[in-house]
């Protein structure tokens, strides 16, 4: 998993240089799944129009990723901005373009078995 991981490390670098900074940009494999991984990200300019940007991280994901990893991602969540459990998550890990490897943790009220956390930093608030 590590190796998607990765992957997703160079799609989070691409994306922040070319659309703005992420607060928050991590693959979670929830206690509940056996191997479905979610994608979860949260930046101000993700928010202003969330069914483009989905399209356009969809887009990104199919040019990066074979169809194996592709089938391993459950779903993208978009976390905002402003949800009070992502500034309890920058606290505990601060990472900008790197990869923390979290287990058997408690993120957003959910039992999380493995997290691959990419960036958590609290942003300004200014979009990129």
């Known amino acids: 998993m590590k190796e998607l991981a990765n992957k997703l490390l160079k799609i989070e670098q691409e994306l922040s240089s070319k659309k703005g900074k ?74 900008e373009h790197g990869l923390v490897e979290v287990k058997d943790s408690i993120f957003f009220g959910l039992p999380i078995k493995h997290a691959f956390i990419i960036t958590s930093q609290k942003l300004n608030g200014k979009i990129n």
């Open 22 to 95: 992420f607060s928050f940009f991590a693959l979670f494999l929830r206690e509940d799944t056996e191997d479905n991984w979610d994608l979860l990200i949260s930046a101000p300019w993700v928010s202003k129009n969330k069914t483009n940007m989905l399209k356009y991280l969809a887009k990104k994901l199919q040019e990066f990723l074979t169809p194996q990893e592709i089938v391993k991602l459950s779903k993208i969540v978009i976390i905002e901005p402003n949800n009070p459990a992502l500034e309890a998550i920058h606290k505990a890990i601060h990472v």
